[in-house]
């Protein structure tokens, strides 16, 4: 028969086996996580190819049947060792991904070889019809105020961001832009420089463009990280397109009525 002592005794000496226990998990778990490490993640993928426009780019331009290389060719450059993209800046259009993209981040470098008041800028969310201008959310690269954000077309924002300071370096000095895009959000930071963001966008997917705007533009180091897996993507796609659809198809049973 156990006393009162020994059975005293005898529940700590449970306890603490069971703490010991415990932490014996814990300290597996934690050993199995550092095994594993930590959820990758998702890497950049170059938007530049030897065989630019490759598969990644669709020529748009407001002249009608101007060739892709009237506007856009690549070149390297030996000293650096990177290729880069030449647009010349007539006529006027875009260059857009083929694919589409809702949550990413993007970064590319750019100058202007020769003009002071140089004019390009960076398209999000193009949707609808491919034309000088499309819808889509801007990222002016506009020289004396690189930065600025703006919906155009019919898209919408909450907010604009404009008449930022002068944050582009002198022509012919590479410029980096980076920018955030979450959950219709646009961030953007010029040369190191946050400069604001924009949010509730609309749409909140589409492809990605450069513009051709009238000044010899060059590109580089141009990358994209997605922050949601393909079919995410794809599923946003479909939804916000849907409705444009249905409207499209109302105004051509109304135009037949007519």
Not at 83 to 93: A, E, L, M, S, V
Not at 207 to 223: C, D, P, T
């Amino acid at each position: 028969m156990i006393d009162s002592i020994s059975y005293r005794v005898l529940t700590r000496a449970g306890r603490f086996c069971l703490v010991t226990a415990f932490l014996g998990v814990q300290s597996l778990l934690a050993q199995a996580t550092e095994i594993d490490g930590p959820e990758e993640a998702p890497s950049k993928v170059s938007l530049i190819s030897s065989d630019f426009p490759g598969e990644a780019w669709k020529f748009v331009s407001g002249k009608k049947g101007a060739p892709f290389s009237e506007t856009w060719s690549l070149a390297t450059d030996e000293e650096a060792n990177l290729d880069y993209i030449i647009c010349r800046g007539q006529p006027y259009g875009y260059i857009r991904t083929k694919k589409i993209y809702s949550d990413f981040e993007f970064s590319l470098e750019w100058r202007f070889p020769k003009d002071e008041n140089g004019n390009s800028g960076v398209l999000l969310f193009t949707t609808g019809e491919d034309r000088v201008w499309p819808t889509a959310v801007q990222v002016q690269l506009h020289q004396p105020v690189a930065g600025s954000i703006f919906p155009g077309g019919s898209a919408k924002s909450a907010n604009e961001v404009r008449n930022v300071e002068m944050l582009a370096r002198p022509v012919n000095q590479w410029n980096k832009c980076f920018i955030r895009c979450q959950n219709g959000t646009v961030t953007v930071t010029i040369n190191d420089t946050a400069v604001g963001e924009v949010t509730e966008c609309d749409p909140q997917v589409g492809a990605i463009g450069l513009q051709s705007e009238g000044s010899e533009v060059h590109f580089r180091k141009i990358w994209v990280r997605e922050l949601k897996a393909p079919q995410e993507v794809e599923a946003i796609g479909a939804k916000a397109h849907r409705p444009r659809r249905k409207l499209k198809k109302l105004a051509r049973q109304l135009t037949s009525l007519r």
